[in-house]
T-cell receptor
């Protein structure tokens, strides 16, 4: 496996469900990110982890809970979501240095019903 | 003022034509700049970094004007495969030494046969 892998690719969940999104990077990067992409809006930064420490929480509701057990894995735990949370959730990783950009995973398309 | 502003388009351009996009950013202290490409229902992929001296990669040329705080992307001899959304991306500050990228909403380009 190379690059950044996200699972599942698609997820439909009810408002009372609990689910988790998984991200794994095979690039030896030391920073990982969760972004949300909604229709006709720019990508919104949700969380940043650097060397497994959360360095940013961008005013995200507590129904989204990230976890970074090591520098290669990142999870986003979801519970009691709202229909407006339906979006594409993208994981990314970076070398942790300015000027190198990110590598994104293929995303999880989430629908909350 | 938005942190990163792009014309959403759509730009409908005949095959073989030259097309240019501009993007403006609000933070004069911004450190790194990129163009990403996003195909429909796929993740963003790094197209090219943008350097102060300007840079070229095949048919693609990127320019940065720090004084006016804008970035441009020029595509020459456009191909059908260039149809995508082009995202202007800026790192407004260095946060713990990591990239923390801010994305524009994207410019939709369609190349017409």
């Amino acid at each position: 496996e190379t690059g950044v892998t996200q699972t599942p690719r698609h997820l439909v969940m009810g408002m009372t469900n609990k689910k988790s999104l998984k991200c794994e990077q095979h690039l030896g990067h030391n920073a990982m990110y969760w972004y949300k992409q909604s229709a006709k809006k720019p990508l919104e930064l949700m969380f940043v982890y650097s060397l497994e420490e959360r360095v940013e929480n961008n005013s995200v509701p507590s129904r989204f809970s990230p976890e970074c057990p090591n520098s290669s894995h990142l999870f986003l735990h979801l519970h009691t979501l709202q229909p407006e949370d339906s979006a594409l959730y993208l994981c990314a990783s970076s070398q942790g240095r300015v000027g190198y950009g990110y590598t994104f995973g293929s995303g999880t398309r989430l629908t909350v019903v | 003022r938005k942190e990163v502003e792009q014309d959403p388009g759509p730009f409908n351009v005949p095959e073989g034509a030259t097309v240019a996009f501009n993007c403006t950013y609000s933070n004069s202290a911004s450190q790194s700049f990129f163009w990403y490409r996003q195909d429909c229902r796929k993740e963003p992929k790094l197209l090219m970094s943008v350097y102060s001296s300007g840079n070229e990669d095949g048919r693609f040329t990127a320019q940065l004007n720090r004084a006016s705080q804008y970035i441009s992307l020029l595509i020459r001899d456009s191909k059908l495969s260039d149809s995508a959304t082009y995202l202007c991306v800026v790192n407004p500050i260095s946060n713990f030494g990591n990239e923390k990228l801010t994305f524009g909403t994207g410019t939709r380009l369609t190349i017409i046969p």
